[in-house]
């Protein structure tokens, strides 16, 4: 999946704006938004947040967690555990690119929030990169990825199933001659097996790129 | 391309038909009548029995395979003791696109011969050993284009589509006003669908 594609599937997220306009509300197949009163706080999609922000028409609500002293403690626990600790939003790096980028000066400490939210990504980043080096090089039967949010699953797309549908492959191909059996019609049972291609080994999963 | 079309075992897999055009060294067991021309330093109308050849792998594994086999495949120079030794001491190291431009797909067809199943673990091995340095080129190299030239064709694929992965990732990263694009498939769906309409036609 492209990058681009989770950033529209994070774009669904609710964030809380406060208008600087009146309306009745818009119908969408998603569902209504609105009403919308000047100054009274309403929640909509990120994606109408950002584009009622760029006609200068709300200022965004920041979520709670785009706060300094609690990013400052998730990095600590992120350095500190081993695995990987819950993100306050499924999308938190998507919902922080478009709120940094669009509305900065409605976030305190825009700048900071930035920089942290990129050292908790450059923490997580370098914890799938140890642990699936180790996963492939030591040959473990299986990953813990809780926690990890789509987009850090996608950073490691398609390399990872692809390796490991490789290696499944080089493993799951016959060892050795298959055994000379006395009789030609098994012999031709067993050349027919060996040239069917529906005895596919690639596992149904993670095979797109 | 998905993984699924690309390698063995399917027909139609490309790589899999060139993978099995690599010679393999192999003793003839039993006289094979007028076939002399294959040993071109006899002048001989049969080819006698303990000559040394070199024939296509899908030959030999056919001609190998059956009660009295025909002739008696060995294992080519590049999965032999001394190299499997070279690919266990530091696989890494190793320029695999000199060993064979096919490496695993060829080890994997080849690893039938090899009673000791040491070339399987080789195989296995040698893939673990590199996938590190090779996620490593995907994620940090910059368009140098002579990154790849120690990769086999497998390993080149494998990276190609990290290194695609990891450029949208960091373009994305970057800078936002991209617009979304219409999936391969989606594109390459409609153009066939045209085409079979004026087959059709």
């Given at each position: 999946m492209d990058p681009d594609e989770l950033e529209f599937l994070g774009e669904k997220?609710?964030?809380s704006i406060i208008p600087t306009f009146n309306n009745d509300g818009i119908h969408?197949?998603?569902g209504d938004l609105g009403p919308f009163r000047a100054s009274l706080p309403v929640n909509v999609p990120l994606w109408v947040a950002v584009?009622?922000?760029?006609?200068?028409?709300?200022k965004i609500q920041p979520p709670d967690w785009m706060d300094m002293q609690k990013l400052e403690y998730i990095k600590e626990q992120e350095k500190q555990s081993s695995g990987f600790t819950k993100m306050p939003s499924d999308h938190y790096m998507v919902e922080a690119k478009l709120l940094l980028e669009c509305a900065p000066d409605d976030i305190p400490r825009a700048d900071e929030v930035r920089t942290i939210i990129k050292d908790i990504w450059d923490i997580r980043m370098s914890k799938i990169r140890s642990s699936v080096t180790k996963l492939v090089k030591n040959s473990d039967f299986y990953a813990a990825v809780d926690n990890l949010t789509v987009m850090e699953i996608n950073s490691v797309r398609p390399i990872l199933p692809h390796a490991l549908d490789h290696l499944f492959r080089m493993k799951n191909t016959e060892k050795t001659r298959p055994t000379q059996s006395s009789n030609v019609s098994s012999f031709l049972l067993s050349k027919r097996a060996s040239t069917s291609f529906h005895l596919s080994p690639v596992t149904s999963s993670n095979t797109e790129d | 391309m998905?993984?699924?079309v690309s390698y063995s075992p399917n027909y139609y897999s490309l790589d899999d038909i060139l993978a099995t055009q690599e010679r393999v060294p192999c003793k003839v067991a039993l006289t094979i009548q007028k076939m002399g021309h294959l040993n071109p330093s006899v002048a001989e109308r049969d080819l006698q029995p303990g000559t040394s050849l070199e024939l296509p792998l899908w030959l030999v594994s056919e001609?190998?395979?059956s009660?009295?086999?025909?002739?008696?495949p060995e294992l080519p120079k590049i999965y032999r003791e001394a190299y499997r030794e070279i690919l266990k001491a530091d696989a890494c190291a190793v320029d695999l696109h000199k060993f064979s431009?096919?490496?695993?797909?060829?080890g994997s067809h080849i690893k039938r011969f090899d009673k000791k199943q040491d070339v399987h673990?080789?195989?296995?091995?040698?893939?673990?050993?590199?996938?590190?340095?090779?996620?490593d080129l995907a994620d940090n190299s910059m368009s140098d284009p002579t990154v790849q030239q120690t990769l086999d064709i497998l390993e080149r694929k494998l990276f190609n589509d990290a290194y695609k992965a990891r450029m949208k990732l960091n373009t994305w990263l970057k800078d936002s006003n991209t617009t979304i694009e219409a999936a391969n498939m989606v594109i390459n769906h409609k153009k066939r669908k045209r085409m079979n309409i004026e087959d059709l036609l």
């Open positions: 997220v609710y964030v969408l197949i998603s584009s009622l922000k760029r006609q200068k028409k709300c | 998905s993984l699924r001609l190998s395979q009660r009295a086999p025909l002739v008696n431009l096919f490496f695993y797909e060829l673990e080789t195989l296995l091995h040698t893939f673990r050993t590199r996938f590190r340095q090779l996620m």
